[in-house]
């Protein structure tokens, strides 16, 4: 009995080393081979099934986007950091550092309203149904996070709050 | 048993290689002896035979009929019939359980088939959650270059 039991604690061990070395060499050469290798856009291309010509169009507007997106994530940042400047300097909420906050806002504002204008025109540029569903997913992936915070915010969830 | 070790000697034709006249007369006249007396005639006739003839004789009966080997395993399967015997009847059926599996994955057919199922398993999830890792890798990439992360923080 005593070998029997030895003998197969020797197969399961001999089991999970085989398959736990065939499962992390088969994840290792997936990941390498579906990752991104240098192209943005190659998930656009994979996830949207989009054709040579589709691709170029994309392309375009993509590098055409950039140099924008880069200008106003510089905005946004120099504006943060006189908004923290000015809540240092004055220990606490004053009229300047209210209005640098409302600056940032609408700086952010500013750079949301860029990227939906972006992604209206990069799923234009798809098939109906693959715009629709790129639309949906970047509206949901870049505004979503806000959604999600302005909701737990909203009256209702306070309320529910209040109750525990 | 005795008598019928001897006459079963005496009756196999290949010991009678390289004996002596004096020598092989002997065992028959014994066994014949021993068919019409008895146990006691034969004792008899054993005694008065010369020790030397007899133990050459025994000898040379062991060389002609070599014993064959025994399989391997052989007396681990005797101790394990013998533990079998003596276990509690209780603890029977999950050491027979036990010995059964083992018994199957220690045949090479069955152990390969079991290292290429785990094998084909392995090779299964890693592609798997490979390729899922790949395209939420690829997604990211494409969301870090399009979304500013002010936006997301």
Redesign the interface.
Known sequence: ?R???L??LA?IL???A???????????????????SGD?????R??FHLSDTEMQRIRQL?EG??PK?RE??AR??AK?QELLTALDKAQGMTSEAQQKLAEVAAL?AQ??AN?LA??YEVSRAMSAEQGRRYLAE?QR??LG?HEQIENTMSPDAAAHHGHH | MQLLQVLTDVFQPPRWHGLRTADRCQPAALALTSLSCGDAALRTMITNSPMSDEAKLRALLRESRPAPDLPPGFQ?AVWRRI?RTEAPAGARP??DW??H???W??RPGR?FA??AV??V???????A???S???D???A???N????????Q
């Open positions: 009995m070998r029997s039991l003998i197969l197969v001999a089991g999970a085989i398959a736990g070395i065939s499962y992390l060499l088969a994840r290792r050469i997936c990941v390498s081979q579906l990752a991104p943005d856009l190659a998930w656009l994979d996830e993509h986007y950039l997106c106003n994530c946004i940042a943060r952010r750079c949301q990227m972006h992604f970047m992936l870049t996070f | 681990d533990e999950a050491a036990l010995d599996l083992a018994a994955f220690l152990a079991t290292a785990m094998l398993l392995g090779l299964s999830l890693g592609i959650q490979g390729a890792r790949g395209k890798l690829a997604k990439r494409y969301l270059s399009v979304s500013p992360l002010a936006l997301r």
